[in-house]
């Protein structure tokens, strides 16, 4: 069935360095994918979306490329913050369909001043 | 997006019992959906909330257990029925908007079984 696969953390960054979050995914068709984030004691928030190959989602800083031949959709930061401190959960989601989404397990991202 | 509000927030109850969370959203949706966070998981959809029938529940979720009702297209609810200590975690309601591939959430029901 449809998966998704992401790095398990927590990841400890230092302020100011480079992010990278894998997220890879198995589906029969192609999905629409997103990058969800929680921040501590909030509910989940969108952060960024792409709905077909190629596609490029960004937001806040962050970006993710939906990569069809490796069926991945990794999430970048070029500086992270001490504000990016989270869990970050990558999904997928049958484009155009009636379901609900499919998540990774989360990563827990720690940034350290 | 969507404003998507859900009651209680959060409770604390007995082996046993039932618990309704109720789940409203400021506007007419296409989908809404059930999800359930076990303390340090990830997300695990319950059921597709269907307006006027029955709903759609995932493997391992059964009707029984997890009754939900959508008597319109902007209100649902959940019960989560002979609760056991194992039913402790975070339910979240979610909805995809008419014509959108999005998924948003409600701030969830932090439900913990004593």
């Known amino acids: 069935g449809d998966s998704v696969t992401q790095m398990e953390g927590p990841v400890t960054l230092s302020e100011e360095a480079f992010l990278t979050i894998n997220c890879t995914y198995t589906?029969?068709?192609?999905?629409?994918l997103f990058w969800y984030v929680q921040y501590p004691g909030e509910g989940l928030q969108l952060l960024l979306k792409?709905?077909?190959?190629?596609d490029k989602g960004s937001n806040k800083g962050f970006e993710a490329t939906y990569r069809k031949e490796t069926t991945s959709f990794h999430l970048e930061k070029g500086s992270v913050q001490v504000s990016d401190s989270a869990v970050y959960f990558c999904a997928q989601g049958v484009r155009g369909g009636a379901d609900g989404l499919t998540f990774g397990k989360g990563t827990h991202l720690i940034i350290q001043p | 997006s969507a404003v998507i509000s859900q009651k209680p927030s959060r409770d604390i109850c007995q082996r046993g019992t039932s618990l309704t969370i109720q789940c409203q959203v400021d506007?007419?949706?296409?989908?809404m959906f059930w999800y359930r966070q076990q303390p340090g998981q990830s997300l695990t959809l319950i059921a597709t909330a269907n307006q006027g029938s029955e709903a759609t529940y995932e493997s391992g979720f059964v009707i029984d257990k997890f009754p939900i009702s959508r008597p319109n297209l902007t209100f649902s609810t959940l019960t989560v029925s002979n609760m056991s200590p194992e039913d402790s975690s975070i339910y979240l309601c979610?909805?995809?908007?008419?014509?959108?591939?999005?998924?948003?959430f409600g701030p969830g029901t932090r439900l913990l079984v004593l």
């Open positions: 792409a709905t077909k190959a190629d």
């Open positions: 506007s007419q949706v296409t989908m």
């Open positions: 979610s909805v995809r908007l008419r014509g959108k591939e999005t998924q948003y």
């Open positions: 589906a029969t068709g192609y999905p629409s």
